[in-house]
């Protein structure tokens, strides 16, 4: 079972390495799910479709959660700033119940 960090900002990956939290491998896309297996985990902040995906194959997800502030949305944020904004990691299940929706 591996640990896959998935984020293409910095900031977030010196926050994991700053806090202690063990991942794998760092990807800064997940172009296919080929790499992945039952019981591994992935971590970000990945669209609910795509974490739907995970989950049917039996992927954990963990997503870097945070609230942004207007003024700092669409800013690179470092670590530090991440922790400021009280960032962690928080677990979850995504189903979809209907993809025939317009």
Known sequence: MS??????HQGAVDWMNHTGHHYDAHLTHLTDYEMLTAGDT????LPINIVAD?????????HLSLYIPEQLRGVELTAEQLSALDAKLEQYVVRRVNSDCP
Do not use: A
């Open 3 to 8: 640990i896959y960090l998935v984020s293409r």
């Open 42 to 45: 992935v971590i970000g902040s």
């Open 54 to 62: 995970l989950n049917v194959l039996g992927v954990n997800y963990l």
